[in-house]
């Protein structure tokens, strides 16, 4: 395994993009997304493991034993520990062909592994007004600046968690990313953020408040983000989800977006 610097990104774009679904691919590419990646050959890779934030990826081929041992070993002596001491429970990992999962129990040694079903979404057109969706009492924000400055605002912590969830710090999200927001009086209901914003896409992460659920707000939110992102030179957004969540698909479903594909990815737990 060799780390493969970010000048030379561009060696694993047919790789990368070969599971282009996952936008965070041309995030990486782009370097809006800080990643590291590992290669088997410095000159000709063939296969890969990437890793940012809390999202792993294994794509390409998938039959270098040596270089699924390196990432045995990088799992067992570096990923592990440290995600133990920062209090994580578990991260997801993304792959781009079937013939990984013959080695995902190898590659991940002892852990407990869930084998999950997810959904991927896009829509590249307005269909409808967020303003009809709109419940009474309740007012649509930009998460900017502005909004920050409210501390007052109850959520605002969480709100900033999930801005720094795909992003380094509030900083960056507010320089690269967008979103709105849903406020009732002095409550912050729910968000709708980008993710992954590269080559005129970007992806949705959004969230309601569990006391304001099945009111239309998170139609509401994803049609206001749909808006600005359509006016804001975004052509495509896209929306993953597990497929045992009705309640996402739907509201994805609500909102003009067509279903694109299936697809799995694993979930590692670090604890039982």
């Not at 270098?64 to 990432?71: E, K, T």
């Not at 409808?128 to 007012?139: L, T």
Request: glycine share 6%.
């Amino acid at each position: 395994m060799t780390a493969l610097h970010p000048d030379s990104y561009e060696l694993v774009r047919p790789i990368l993009l070969g599971m282009d679904f996952h936008l965070i691919g041309r995030s990486i590419l782009t370097q809006q997304t800080p990643a590291q990646i590992f290669v088997d050959n410095m000159e000709h890779p063939k296969t890969l493991f990437a890793q940012a934030g809390h999202r792993y990826i294994l794509a390409g081929d998938p039959e270098i034993d040596s270089f699924n041992l390196g990432i045995r070993k990088l799992f067992a002596n570096v990923i592990f520990p440290r995600a133990l001491a920062e209090g994580q429970e578990g991260f997801a990992i993304y792959y781009d062909s079937a013939a990984w999962e013959e080695k995902m129990q190898a590659i991940l040694m002892d852990k407990e592994i869930i084998h999950a079903d997810r959904e991927y979404y896009a829509c590249k057109t307005l269909k409808y007004k967020w303003q009809d969706f709109m419940p009474a009492g309740f007012q649509l924000q930009m998460v900017d600046a502005d909004l920050l400055a409210n501390t007052d605002l109850k959520h605002l912590d969480t709100l900033k968690e999930e801005m720094t969830s795909e992003r380094p710090s509030v900083e960056d999200f507010l320089a690269k990313s967008f979103g709105v927001c849903i406020i009732h009086e002095n409550e912050i209901a729910g968000w709708c953020l980008s993710e992954y914003n590269a080559d005129r896409r970007c992806e949705i992460g959004i969230e309601t408040i569990s006391e304001f659920r099945q009111r239309g707000i998170a139609t509401a939110l994803t049609l206001a983000f749909l808006e600005h992102a359509f006016s804001h030179g975004i052509s495509e957004v896209g929306w993953h989800c597990f497929k045992r969540n009705e309640s996402s698909a739907k509201t994805a479903r609500k909102a003009g977006f067509d279903k694109v594909c299936d697809y799995k990815s694993y979930i590692c737990l670090l604890k039982p």
